[in-house]
């Protein structure tokens, strides 16, 4: 039986070894302590803006990221609810305990996985191919692929104010060999950095200042699979800082690592610490601040929204400077991680690198941020090396099926100078990349390559069964004495003629819901395809703009290119684009027209050349 090393129990970890246990390969995952698997070191929530997609979608291809996440949640919320569906994106306060106990559980029940506490510490290579995996205490493991998903952990050293200790997120273990070992294999190391706010004791907190954020009820959950009702447990809360936090904040920035140069690395433009935010955003008087409860079994209240590497006494005036707290008494400081990471452009699309045959990379090693994206990086990383060691065809998500293909084609195509972190305007096709329809668009995916299990495809086949029912009854008419009640009732003109089901539905206070409640069609319909089959008609028009648009790109994605090719032989090229081209080996046309530094007359003249060598 083929062998494969996951390196790191993080989220990308997680979906990495058990998308290669789930596909029949015997899968080892080495971790610096088995009380940092599926560890939410930062934020105990799951989803947000775009990273509600990727959960989705790593749901929807097999993961587990969803299903833990609907299982452990104690707070959801539908983001967005104002706007289009397109941006509309869910939000768990995940608890942070059982997130961590239930993820623990699954790997240690699945089949063709074994966990072993142990620091990695050298990738054994021959012939430029993976052979094994040495261990910091001496073991040694043989493996025909590696998964090198060790997030914040490589190299890395906590900094609080003056204060500075080597280790990794919440006082762990940092690893402290491997670094070496992939420099030695050719990957360029870059240095990173990312940051938490601190943790607050709930019983020092005047709740009264403040506004209450509740959760929202009956809405989709993150896993296709789950079938029970969602339930809201804890509130969470909105505050702001004041002219004297910003005043606090200034008059200390000489002290502060961020702005001294003590801290080397680059740090997040779209999750910045709150005295990056004062410095960027001069004008501004106050900022949000959240307080999100950590877990069921704790008093300890996350600060969303102050992260800081500044020391603990300037802390302390920072966060009793805010409205609500006062009085707070912090339990965990806050403070900034800096960690080793490599050039993300060093891989295929399959997150497979260039330079060695069988070894992947997935997650914040890649230069990503977040959970989400890390798991959804774990989770291809895993399916294929999975799909290599079975000798079969890769899976490549491209840009127009999926935020997965989104995040993986930036990330290899064009690289990152900061941590990356997913977002909806990435998306040229958001409107069809939305989080009701993940399922609909990649499940089969997950079928074909074995990893659905019984109950995904009977809820899949079951899920498209009744899209089709819904869409066979669009043109079933009524007359206008009919739909009269329903018209008025929604606010709708009172018709003057009849309609088919499709006309009424794209009324604009209209749903399908609406009409299998008043008309009594769409009889054993689920609300949830009925909620889908208005999306799609409501949005019809831009939809369909978007499918032109996405098969246009598909006929450069199906110009496939040789990433054995020499750009140097082509006559026409710049110098520029020959040195991205033969640096990326982009995969198709595609690809390399999204390279920085080749333009447009680059590929014509790179069309050229393929046509006149057919």
Known sequence: ????????????????????????????????????????????????????????????????????????????????????????????????RDYHEHMKLVLENQKNLDIKQAEASEIVVKDNKVVGVKTAQGEYFECDAVVVCTGVYLNSRIIVGDWIKNCGPNGFSNATYLTSSLANLG??????????????????????????????????TFSFTTTKKLKNKVCCYLTYTTSETK???????????????????????????????IVRFADKERHQVFLEPETLNSKEVYVQGMSTSMGTKVQKQMYHSIIGLENCKIMRDAYAIEYDCIDSTQLYPTLETKLISGL????????????????????????????????????????????????IDDLVTKGTNEPYRMMTSRAEYRLNLRQDNADIRLTQKAIDIGLADSKRKRLYNK???????????????????????????????????????????????????????????????????LDYITTEIKYEGYIEKEQMLRKQMQEKEDIALSTDFDY???????????????????????????????????????????????
């Open 1 to 96: 039986m083929k062998k494969a090393i996951v390196i790191g129990s993080g989220h990308a970890g997680c979906e990495a070894c058990l998308a290669l246990a789930r596909l029949g390969i015997q899968t080892t995952l080495l971790t610096l302590n088995l009380d940092s698997i599926a560890h939410l070191a930062c934020n105990p929530s799951i989803g947000g803006t775009a990273k509600g997609h990727l959960v989705c979608e790593i749901d929807a291809l097999g993961g587990e990221m969803g299903k833990n996440t609907d299982a452990t949640l104690i707070q959801i919320r539908m983001l967005n609810r104002s706007k289009g569906p397109a941006v509309q994106s869910l939000r768990a306060q995940a608890d942070k």
């Open 187 to 220: 990957l360029t190391i870059r240095r990173f950095k990312t940051g938490t706010p601190a943790r607050v004791h709930r019983d020092s907190i005047d709740f009264s200042k403040t506004e209450i954020q509740y959760g929202d009820e009956d809405i989709q």
């Open 247 to 277: 005043q606090i904040i200034l008059d200390n920035l000489d002290d502060c690592p961020m702005i001294s140069g003590e801290i080397k690395g680059i740090g997040p433009r779209y999750c910045p610490s709150i005295e990056s935010k």
């Open 360 to 407: 992947y990379c997935a997650g914040q090693i890649n230069g990503s941020s977040g959970y989400e994206e890390a798991g959804a990086q774990g989770l291809i990383a895993g399916i294929n090396a999975g799909l290599k060691l079975k000798g079969e065809k890769p899976l490549i998500l491209n840009r127009s099926e999926s935020y997965i293909g989104v995040l």
């Open 463 to 529: 899920k498209m069964k009744q899209i089709a029912q819904a869409k066979s009854e669009l043109d079933k008419g009524f007359s206008p004495a009919k739909i009269k009640s329903l018209f008025l009732e929604k606010g709708e003109n009172e018709p003057k003629s009849g309609m088919n089901l499709k006309q009424i539905i794209k009324r604009n206070n209209i749903t399908a819901y609406d009409c299998q409640q008043e008309l009594g069609c769409f009889v054993g319909i689920d609300k949830k395809v």
């Open 568 to 614: 140097n032989k082509i006559k026409g090229l710049r110098l520029e684009a020959i040195q991205k081209l033969n640096e990326i080996k982009p995969l198709n046309i595609a690809q390399a027209s999204r390279i920085s530094g080749v333009n447009p007359a680059d590929i014509a003249v790179l069309l050229v050349y393929l046509k006149s060598k057919k």
